[in-house]
Antibody, heavy 119, light 107 residues
Framework: EVQLLESGGGLVQPGGSLRLSCAAS????????MTWVRQAPGKGLEWVST????????YYADSVKGRFTVSRDNSKNTLYLQMNSLRADDTAVYYC????????????WGRGTLVTVSS | DIQMTQSPSSLSASVGDRVTITCRAS??????LTWYQQKPGKAPKVLIY???SLQSGVPSRFSGSGSGTEFSLTISSLQPEDVASYHC?????????FGQGTKVEIK
């Protein structure tokens, strides 16, 4: 079955760190750029970060640049998001998503993992 | 950054009604506009890409239109299974911004 499964969310204090994982199955993971998108409670979707299929290039929203790091392990079909210096406004459901080859929209999404930043 | 503004933020319509959701971009983005459907507790899924192309497997009652800065998603005959939030997204330039979403309910 073609799917993405996120894990690693939870409650963390402001200033803390968390690493999210996204396990891919059912497609050739190493062919596709992968993305993290988040949704704060009651808000719209926000693009966070994208990594190319090889991992050679990464892209970030200004809101997370310098604090978050996206990476991937194509041998494990897994995408990661290392989140440091977390703030209350990082509280959101984090989705991983597969980017289509020829455009910057996302045709496969996971069900998300909730990150709550609170003391 | 390109701002995406959706309207309305929510709507309630009867089964069988024609429903239209609008997405306005702060600059021209043709044809780089995608519509997603997100059911409660579920992952978003693509309905329409490149402004009017129907994603494989999506019912034909969904259609997209528009160009430049104004785009629309139309459900020709609303069904109970269409209860969801709908999001537009521009893929013209980074950051790849989304609208704030439209929640569709059955009256």
């Amino acid at each position: 079955e073609v799917q993405l499964l996120e894990s690693g969310g939870g409650l963390v204090q402001p200033g803390g760190s968390l690493r999210l994982s996204c396990a891919a199955s059912g497609f050739t993971f190493s062919t596709y750029a992968m993305t993290w998108v988040r949704q704060a409670p009651g808000k719209g979707l926000e693009w966070v970060s994208t990594i190319t299929n090889s991992g050679g290039s990464t892209y970030y929203a200004d809101s997370v640049k310098g604090r978050f790091t996206v990476s991937r392990d194509n041998s494990k079909n897994t995408l990661y998001l290392q989140m440091n210096s977390l703030r209350a406004d990082d509280t959101a459901v984090y989705y991983c998503a597969k980017r289509v080859v020829t455009d910057w929209y996302f045709d496969l999404w996971g069900r998300g993992t909730l990150v709550t930043v609170s003391s | 950054d390109i701002q995406m503004t959706q309207s309305p933020s929510s709507l309630s319509a009867s089964v069988g009604d024609r429903v239209t959701i609008t997405c306005r971009a702060s600059q021209s983005i043709s044809p780089y506009l995608t519509w997603y459907q997100q059911k409660p507790g579920k992952a978003p899924k693509v309905l329409i890409y490149a402004a009017f192309s129907l994603q494989s497997g999506v019912p034909s009652r969904f259609s997209g239109s528009g160009s430049g800065t104004e785009f629309s998603l139309t459900i020709s005959s609303l069904q109970p299974e269409d209860v969801a939030s709908y999001h537009c997204q521009q893929s013209y330039s980074a950051p790849y911004t989304f609208g704030q979403g439209t929640k569709v309910e059955i009256k």
